[in-house]
């Protein structure tokens, strides 16, 4: 658990220092009082974002470096230090440079809900994309390599392809992107059925959610690439649309555009169920999220709530509040709770 936070030159903080912290952390100010910037410096320090601002940008406007730390209730603190000016990152324990693997192995993970996740079914499949994804990075320490190496191979296929059609190179030339390609995308869905499958294992438990009786609920992933068959699936496909490829000049689907839907009796859920409803299955999913992580790395997550108290009814509040009980929260709010063992700055 963590017991303080300091801030130097990190955003709007010339320096700021949180201690006493406590299980559930509310951080009470008004909006545009950069309560999200706290929440910030914790996700960094949990390698992860809230903002996905550049280093640069989280530098105090006038200063070349931002400071940031957390010590944990076994007084080992964990610091990320970073210098503007010639674009260094420094990870340390208790004042010692570590590597930044290293830093991932020994920092807790976090899970983090904010107003956008309740638009997860409504938007774009990048949402529920991204979703899958930042639990499998959380989760494992390799798959965020391997999604860097994928994105790069398509960059590289795609180029290639785009040669081809401009007579640039030879056609065989695509063979070598191929490979590549097929065993990164091999080793993404090796996680991502992890992820989807405890999903599917977990799903019947939201049935408590609706107002009425339902029959079925489930969890679809959608994807032209099997379980059971990855590595042959992907090479077919691969042979058999070549020449579409070449023509679009990019690599159209795999990883990279799979999307999962959830139907309830047979109905996709946002044509069936409530808005309120959708909602308290969302939550659920960020609920699975850190169950995810902590029987993946044994750590506890630290959960960061960010002004998503104020999207919410009485009664869902009550059911996230009461979920994370047991868990580090640090939850932006402009309105204070009646819960009088919690910190409020």
Same mark, same amino acid.
């Given at each position: 658990?963590?017991?303080?936070?300091?801030?130097?030159?990190?955003?709007?903080?010339?320096?700021?220092?949180?201690?006493?912290?406590?299980?559930?952390?509310?951080?009470?100010? +008004?909006?545009?009082?950069?309560?999200?910037?706290?929440?910030?410096?914790?996700?960094?320090?949990?390698?992860?974002?809230?903002?996905?601002?550049?280093?640069?940008?989280?530098?105090?406007?006038?200063?070349?470096?931002?400071?940031?730390?957390?010590?944990?209730?076994?007084? =080992?603190?964990?610091?990320?230090?970073?210098?503007?000016?010639?674009?260094?990152?420094?990870?340390?324990?208790?004042?010692? !440079?570590?590597?930044?693997?290293?830093? !991932?192995?020994?920092? %807790?993970?976090?899970?983090?809900?904010?107003?956008?996740?309740? =638009?997860?079914?409504?938007?774009?499949p990048s949402l529920r994309r991204d979703f899958l994804d930042d639990v499998l990075k959380s989760s494992f320490e390799?798959? +965020?390599?391997?999604?860097?190496?994928?994105?790069?191979?398509?960059?590289?296929?795609?180029?290639?392809?785009?040669?081809?059609?401009?007579?640039?190179?030879?056609? =065989?030339?695509?063979?070598?992107?191929?490979?590549?390609?097929?065993?990164?995308?091999?080793?993404?869905?090796?996680?991502?059925?992890?992820?989807?499958?405890? $999903?599917?294992?977990?799903?019947?438990?939201?049935?408590?959610?609706?107002?009425?009786?339902?029959?079925?609920?489930?969890?679809?992933?959608?994807?032209?690439?099997?379980?059971? %068959?990855?590595?042959?699936?992907?090479? =077919?496909?691969?042979?058999?649309?070549?020449?579409?490829?070449?023509? $679009?000049?990019?690599?159209?689907?795999?990883?990279?555009?799979?999307?999962? +839907?959830?139907?309830?009796?047979?109905?996709? $859920?946002?044509?069936?169920?409530?808005?309120?409803?959708?909602?308290?299955?969302?939550?659920?999913?960020?609920?699975? +999220?850190w169950i995810f992580i902590e029987k993946m790395t044994e750590k506890k997550p630290i959960l960061l709530i960010d002004?998503?108290?104020?999207?919410?009814?009485?009664?869902?509040?009550?059911? $996230?509040?009461?979920?994370?009980?047991?868990?580090?929260?640090?939850?932006?709010?402009?309105?204070?709770?009646?819960?009088?063992?919690?910190?409020?700055?």
């Amino acid at each position: 658990m963590i017991k303080e936070i300091r801030l130097i030159n990190f955003r709007n903080f010339d320096q700021k220092k949180l201690d006493s912290l406590n299980k559930q952390n509310f951080i009470i100010w +008004e909006n545009g009082k950069w309560k999200t910037n706290i929440l910030e410096s914790i996700s960094l320090l949990s390698n992860n974002s809230i903002t996905w601002l550049s280093f640069d940008e989280l530098v105090k406007k006038w200063e070349n470096y931002f400071f940031i730390e957390y010590t944990k209730e076994n007084w =080992n603190k964990i610091s990320i230090s970073y210098s503007k000016e010639n674009k260094k990152k420094q990870f340390m324990l208790n004042n010692n !440079k570590i590597t930044k693997k290293k830093f !991932k192995q020994i920092t %807790n993970k976090c899970v983090i809900f904010s107003p956008i996740i309740m =638009n997860m079914m409504y938007l774009s499949p990048s949402l529920r994309r991204d979703f899958l994804d930042d639990v499998l990075k959380s989760s494992f320490e390799e798959y +965020e390599k391997i999604m860097i190496n994928y994105k790069k191979i398509i960059k590289h296929r795609n180029k290639t392809l785009k040669s081809i059609l401009e007579w640039k190179c030879e056609k =065989n030339e695509i063979k070598i992107w191929n490979e590549k390609f097929i065993e990164e995308a091999w080793k993404m869905y090796k996680y991502r059925y992890k992820i989807i499958n405890f $999903l599917k294992s977990t799903i019947e438990t939201t049935k408590e959610f609706f107002s009425w009786k339902i029959n079925k609920i489930e969890l679809i992933y959608n994807s032209k690439i099997k379980e059971e %068959n990855i590595y042959d699936d992907l090479k =077919n496909y691969l042979e058999k649309n070549i020449d579409r490829d070449i023509i $679009l000049w990019r690599t159209p689907i795999w990883p990279h555009v799979d999307d999962f +839907e959830i139907l309830v009796d047979w109905i996709k $859920l946002t044509h069936f169920a409530s808005r309120w409803e959708t909602k308290s299955i969302i939550l659920w999913l960020k609920l699975i +999220e850190w169950i995810f992580i902590e029987k993946m790395t044994e750590k506890k997550p630290i959960l960061l709530i960010d002004d998503l108290l104020s999207e919410l009814d009485d009664n869902h509040k009550n059911m $996230l509040l009461k979920k994370i009980e047991y868990y580090q929260t640090f939850i932006s709010s402009i309105t204070k709770s009646d819960n009088k063992d919690i910190f409020i700055i």
